[in-house]
Every structure is written in structure tokens, then in C-alpha cells.
């Protein structure tokens, strides 16, 4: 499974960002795509995750209301639509493929992209 993330970038308090992340050779196994985060100085987060099957969405608390997490089968794509961004948004956002047992652990995703830099302005 190969991962590439995209659509990182400088945004401005309340603004508004979109993260992609294609995909490609998704194995069996592979049945939950999930965005994580890594601020400077901080352990590695969840943000959310989409389950392939039928499309549940998980969030952590503190992006939920603000993030969304969607999928397009047909390009292989999952995306974060971020909206109401703020400062403390600001980290390496990275998608990654995995087992749905454990949506929110790190250790439950097998396959993981590059990153993609998010920075938050005030």
C-alpha cells in the first residue's frame, strides 16, 4: 500500500484547508484510512478515520465539529476537509492505512504516508 498525502499549507486563524491522501494497492486487511498529527515537540495524534465498509467516521474531540473525514472510491482518495483552523491545528498531518479494531491507535495502521505540513497563523 503506497500513501501519498497532499494539501498542507499556510492558513490564517478561521480559515480553511483540504488534505488528500491517495491511495494505492489497498490490501484485504487495510480496512480503515486515518489522518494523524504531529506537533513539534509532541507525540504523534489522532485526528480521524473513515472505515472503507460503510463509511463511519471517528474524530478526536478536539476536531470534531470542525474536521471532516470523507473518501472517493472511485480515486481511491480519502480527505480532511479542516475548517475553523486553529493555531494549535498547526503539525505534520499524516495519513495512514490499517485494521478497524482500534481506529484511533497508531499501532493499529500497518501503511503510512509521507506527511503533509499544516501551519496556522494568528
Known amino acids: 500500500v503506497q500513501l501519498q498525502a497532499s494539501g498542507g499549507g499556510l492558513v490564517q486563524v478561521g480559515g480553511s484547508l483540504r488534505l488528500s491522501c491517495a491511495t494505492s494497492g489497498r490490501t484485504f486487511s487495510s480496512d480503515i484510512m486515518g489522518w494523524f498529527r504531529q506537533a513539534p515537540g509532541k507525540e504523534r495524534e489522532f485526528v480521524a478515520a473513515i472505515r472503507w465498509s460503510d463509511d463511519m467516521p471517528y474524530y478526536s474531540g478536539s476536531v470534531k465539529g470542525r474536521f471532516d473525514i470523507s473518501r472517493d472510491s472511485s480515486k481511491n482518495t480519502v480527505y480532511l476537509q479542516m475548517n475553523s483552523l486553529k493555531p494549535e491545528d498547526t503539525a505534520i498531518y499524516y495519513c495512514?492505512?490499517?485494521?478497524?479494531?482500534?481506529?484511533?491507535?497508531?499501532?493499529?495502521?500497518?501503511?503510512w504516508g509521507q506527511g503533509t505540513q499544516v501551519t496556522v497563523s494568528s
Open positions: 495512514a492505512a490499517g485494521d478497524s479494531y482500534a481506529p484511533r491507535l497508531a499501532g493499529a495502521y500497518d501503511y
